[in-house]
């Protein structure tokens, strides 16, 4: 059976790039050319019916998330089921709470064929060993080489952010980031930022606090202790009634709307005084209203491509990761129109 | 070992009686001291540790739902999954779309001893046959008498929603209904509703409208479909800017969305003309603001009274429905203060 190497091989181009083409990701147009070409000429196709065929395949599919608690997860993860239902697949779905034992406690199930693979949104960290030999897509996370990630472009959402706000007159801008650490896909939304401000000489500054593991046993949104953290943070910055920053890029939309919130109980108006975006998209009964202005992450597209990367990785034994799906501005009263 | 029914004949009360003492779910004091006292006598525990060294046990519990896109199911999942975690069990979530052959798949898996049991969130008919020797409890659904339902006080909360309704000035109401058949525990919304306003003298009328499985395919919130319906009964019902009714109750918080969003969008101000309570209890990231005013239902609650339902089920092969637990009206600017 033709595989994704022989079209790579025979395009003269990288397994990634064949990987982007078929899960309709954009690549130069020539690679696309060249790609097609191949596929056609050695007449490749991904066979999703021989799959339930295959020795011990159960069809059935794990997805690993930290809690259900953050309404950016159950969205994605209902994508991710269409998805696969699509595909003939049946979808698992784990809840982690982040925890190391629960999250080896799934795999070990996936290990022991009651599924064929996982979708991993994990921020916890997971032993290596334990990773060996299973197929794993990973969301926003780099766990080692042969585990594909997918994850929104958030380099390009941070300079965006930092460009909006710009845009929208600011004059002092703040990163204002709590969670993930560094390894994390997201964290390049600070990169992102960092970039636009000092390309074009915008007073800025970064804040970053805590570790996503040491913080998120309950959901950060009615945490008291997260609560009290971001107000004294605020606090700290404020003086006569004035924060010191007129624009916000939170690493989150539940950071930034606890941000507003706390702005406002000191009495400084959001968005007149103070404008802040968000970043994930979340929207009020998930099709709704924005609840702040934000950064908003493909979710149907990181479903779709995730999915398709997944099976590949099942069938095939390897899957590039795809890092770059677009982000997009979305107006939710936390900025001036 | 003492089971629950030797609990029940030496208390001389029933079944039902003693797993609402065992559950935490109020009952009569005299019946709880005398339930009380044989449990002490008898030495009666529920013996969770005992369970796990059972033949055939995987300490698995799938719990299905229809979907994760309507913001009601995602917490009450979450809660399930930290009650069933302190039980020492495992939970896989499904989603079965309201499909019956999703429904069917999962029970199946089930049955192969793939999970102990199942709490089941579903509102599509299920084969009789297929529930036999199955040990699961339903969400606001009675499918059979062996299988426990665990629901709110749904009549309750009719009653709760006309006479905040009548308390805050309205006149005349409408009780609007979309969804789920009347055999399910919800529809005791409407008759609550009724009563009141019967005994009240209270000028109202019911508007009820589909059978749930013919609609949910997607997500009702976002359905193109669903909102032309409801503009149509609104316009239906309106005359010279006017509405109808002066108190409206729907049967969710996502219709009393889509009500309100659809009143304001022909100029008829809420809550100062016509004021609106959902059903649900659905919060800004799941902790904030209530998205409208509404009946709130007890999430925790219903997972740990559920849980406990389940696990006795699975233990002793019977439990009794609870289908009256407490819900109340929490404030979210549909109605006036």
């Known amino acids: 059976m033709t595989t994704i190497k022989d079209v790579a091989r025979d395009a003269g181009v990288s397994i990634g790039t064949v990987s982007k083409v078929i899960n309709g990701v954009h690549v130069r ?159 390049k939304r600070i990169k992102g930022f960092q970039q636009y401000c000092l390309r074009n000489h915008v007073e800025h500054n970064v804040l970053s606090y805590m570790d996503y593991e040491q913080v998120d046993t309950g959901f950060m949104y009615i945490s008291q202790i997260y609560r009290d953290m971001v107000r004294n943070i605020i606090q700290a910055h404020s003086e006569n009634g004035k924060f010191e920053f007129d624009g916000i890029f939170c690493s989150s939309d539940h950071l930034a709307l606890v941000v507003k919130e706390e702005l406002e109980g000191i009495g400084i108006r959001v968005p007149q005084e103070v404008q802040i975006i968000g970043f994930d998209g979340i929207q009020i009964m998930n099709g709704g209203k924005p609840i702040v202005s934000s950064i908003q992450q493909p979710v149907a597209q990181i479903a779709q491509t995730g999915v398709r990367m997944l099976l590949q990785l099942i069938e095939e034994g390897s899957a590039e990761s795809v890092v770059d799906l677009p982000v997009r501005f979305v107006e939710g009263g936390t900025t001036r129109q």
Chains 1, 2 share one sequence.
């Open 29 to 187: 147009d020539e690679y696309y050319q060249r790609v097609d070409a191949s596929i056609r000429k050695l007449n490749y196709r991904v066979n999703l019916n021989a799959r339930g065929l295959k020795a011990q395949r159960t069809n059935d599919i794990a997805v690993i998330v930290p809690t259900l608690e953050n309404p950016f997860f159950p969205p994605m993860v209902d994508a991710i089921e269409k998805e696969l239902t699509e595909k003939g697949k049946r979808m698992l779905i784990c809840i982690s709470r982040n925890d190391r034992n629960k999250l080896h406690g799934y795999i070990e199930m996936a290990r022991n064929n009651r599924v064929d693979g996982i979708f991993g949104v994990t921020y916890s960290n997971i032993d290596d060993d334990i990773l060996e030999h299973m197929p794993i897509v990973s969301f926003d996370r780099h766990f080692k080489p042969s585990i594909p990630c997918v994850a929104s472009d958030n380099f390009s959402g941070g300079e965006l952010a930092a460009r909006t706000l710009v845009e929208k007159g600011c004059k002092k801008l703040l990163c204002f980031w709590t969670g993930s650490d560094y390894d994390c896909e997201p964290s």
